[in-house]
């Protein structure tokens, strides 16, 4: 008996043909669509990722001796070029898109896996970056400022604020009361030798001494001796030369190419005063220098510039010497009971010569020398660790008239000198009344010097650490697509 075999109708076939052609085409589309958007996604985190890796290789030195974050363009190396932050970076992409399999235990396992993306890196270009030496340091200020920000409040920027204030209220940082007395002396001078009339004698030579001669004297000694006497000095030098304030003045410095408009550089007064902050946080000074350093008296280098600590020290006494002066000026002229004492001396000396033109000009000889004994002393307290008010009153004036002209000079007790301001108070007044630019470079010849000393940093750049950077990334797949991709990170 034979049986007959049963068969699809022949329109059933065409249809379940034409369903799976359409569902086949379907099916395609959407994995290729599915592949796309994989590799889209893979590159934008793969790319992301990078970055971040990148970023996170900032120079430590840098980080934990000042704690200003930025990526060391010569990754250790003697030469500082972008080239090597887009090699890492390439470096880290290919690793990244690698086939996910490669490590797998058995030789079984790696040629079962297939790539289903086929990713592969075409390049990896730096656009655009910025440096920290940017702007003459404009840059260098903003991240130091961003560093500081954190950890001083409103009252300590009002402090500082008010102390400026004060002296340019006053003029003390201006007024240079050593050339009011070498004038008056030049015109007390110009009557040695005169003939004058003197006790109904006619005919008589004028010949007399300045009251204020054995403080002259006292002056020509020079600062250092005046004011520290026989304390200890740093005897560090630095070598200029190769540091990046020199590097920029003779345009040899890397530039970044990113406009400084876009960067939020410091500008108002408030974030000056959070800059020195900064700088009295992070750099030494006398009697509070800081281990491992180039210099002792950093501060005072970014004040005065100088290659030997010394001559430093010495030149910001001068000008802490002249803003001390102008100060006690001020207050001996303003108070009665001491021009009152100077008159006196003034008329008897005048008296006894015979010439009462010289009266206004022993008088204000004498309140301006008066001032200077005062303000020797006072640096003296200051560099003993005492304190000295800014403008001083009767209850903080410390010299008598006789004690200052019959030389009865003394250091003074810094631990009886407990009000006013400290000598780093006082570094903070210069360094706010200093040019921003000029403290800026400065304090980049501190940064640069210092981290160079570290091991392996011997050729360390501040114009090759790089705090912002923009990179043009493109991927390719063996399926022919081709991703590009825009980064931008900064700290």
Known sequence: MMTREKKLPAFLTVYLALTLGVMTSLFFVLMEGARLNTIQLEAACISDACMDSVMAEYHRELFRRYNLLAIDFSYGTKTASRRNLEGRLAWYLDLNMDHPMRDAGTTLLKSRARDLLGMQLESADLTGYSLLTDGNGSVFRRKAVEAIKDDYGVIAVQEALEWVKTVKEYHLDTRDVEEEKRVVDEQIAAWQGKEVSQDGKENAILEFDNPTVVMENHRKTGILWQTMGNKPLSGKRLSTSDLIYQRIKGGKQNLGNLPLSDQNTVEDAAEKVLFVEWLRAYLGCYGAPKEGSALEYELEYVLSGEESDAWN?????????????????????????????ADLVALALSTILGVPELEELFS????????????????????????????????????????????????????????????????????????????????????????????????????????????????????????????EKQY
């Open 313 to 341: 020290l010495r030149n910001v006494l001068y000008r802490l010497l002249a803003l001390r002066e102008a100060a006690n000026a001020t207050y001996l002229f303003s108070d009665e009971t001491k021009r009152e004492e």
């Open 364 to 487: 204000t000889t004498i309140l301006l020398g008066w001032a200077y004994a005062e303000s020797i002393y006072d640096l003296g307290i200051l560099m003993d660790d005492g304190r000295v008010p800014l403008m001083k009153t009767k209850e903080t004036w410390h010299y008598g008239l006789s004690s200052f002209l019959e030389d009865l000079w003394s250091m003074g007790d810094a631990s009886k000198a407990k009000e006013g301001l400290s000598y780093q108070d006082y570094l903070r007044i210069l360094l706010l009344l200093e040019d921003e630019t000029e403290m800026t470079c400065r304090a980049m010849d501190v940064v640069e010097s210092d981290v160079r000393l570290t091991m392996g940093n011997q050729a360390f750049r501040l114009d090759g650490a790089c705090t912002q950077i923009k990179t043009r990334i493109v991927i390719t797949s063996k399926y022919g697509y081709r991703t590009e991709l825009w980064e």
